[in-house]
């Protein structure tokens, strides 16, 4: 069955350091989406970045970029230069027959 | 052009009632995917509708179901409340594709529903 884990709980970063956000995967099905989402605590979820299986390439949107190593089945988050304004948890999640699979999350807290 | 909206964004109700949540997608996307997001058990699928129909159902009993219309709005219904159906129901909606694996959702705010 397909399943998302993300170990971290909870993560402390200084504002302005760089951090990861780690995510595993486990699938038998050679074609799959991988996503990560932002929720702040209004509750909405906001689309980080998107990683397809057959991509050569990581993926990178702006300060965001996916350290995809499929053999690993990992898809950990990178954001760069942190801010402030990044505080919120993020999740991992996995397409499987037009669903998300999605991790527990990270709280990430961004100290001034 | 206009996000996925969601309605209404708060919701009290009692147990044994039942409510509808309502749905509209971003233009020209044709899915809508519903979750449920509780604190103890997190996020989980409830249902993807796809032109009218439901192609996927998460694990749900039957007191859950849904809709979705010609212009692609969705609606959800939840009949006889219980506690454990306080939550944040989250609708998201994708452009599609015949896999559906590459298609990106975009989530509405959510409605946050509590049963007392």
């Known amino acids: 069955a397909q399943k998302i884990t993300q170990t971290q709980p909870g993560m402390f970063v200084q504002e302005k350091e760089a951090v990861t956000l780690d995510c595993t995967y486990d699938?038998?099905?050679?074609?799959?989406?991988l996503f990560w989402y932002k929720q702040p605590s209004s509750g909405e979820m906001i689309f980080l970045i998107y990683?397809?299986?057959?991509d050569q390439q990581n993926a990178t949107e702006g300060r965001y970029s996916l350290n995809f190593q499929k053999a690993r089945k990992s898809a950990n988050l990178v954001i760069s230069a942190s801010q402030l304004g990044d505080s919120a948890m993020y999740f991992c999640?996995?397409?499987?027959?037009?669903?998300?699979?999605w991790g527990a999350g990270t709280k990430l807290i961004i100290k001034p | 052009k206009a996000g996925v909206t969601q309605t209404p964004r708060y919701l009290i109700k009692t147990r044994g009632q039942q409510v509808t949540l309502s749905c509209s997608p971003i233009s020209g996307h044709r899915s809508v995917s519903w979750y449920q997001q509780t604190p103890g058990q997190g996020l989980q699928f409830l249902f993807e509708?796809?032109?009218?129909?439901?192609?996927n159902k998460g694990n749900f009993p039957g007191r859950f179901s849904g809709r979705q219309f010609s212009n692609s709005r969705s609606e959800m219904n939840v009949s006889t409340l219980e506690l454990g159906d306080s939550a944040l129901y989250l609708c998201?909606?994708?452009?599609?594709?015949?896999?559906?694996?590459?298609?990106?959702?975009?989530f509405g705010p959510g409605t946050r529903l509590t049963v007392l």
């Open positions: 509708y796809f032109s009218e129909t439901q192609r």
């Open positions: 699938t038998s099905d050679p074609s799959y989406g």
């Open positions: 990683q397809g299986s057959y």
């Open positions: 998201a909606s994708s452009l599609q594709s015949e896999t559906g694996r590459g298609d990106t959702q975009y």
């Open positions: 999640a996995m397409t499987s027959n037009y669903q998300l699979i």
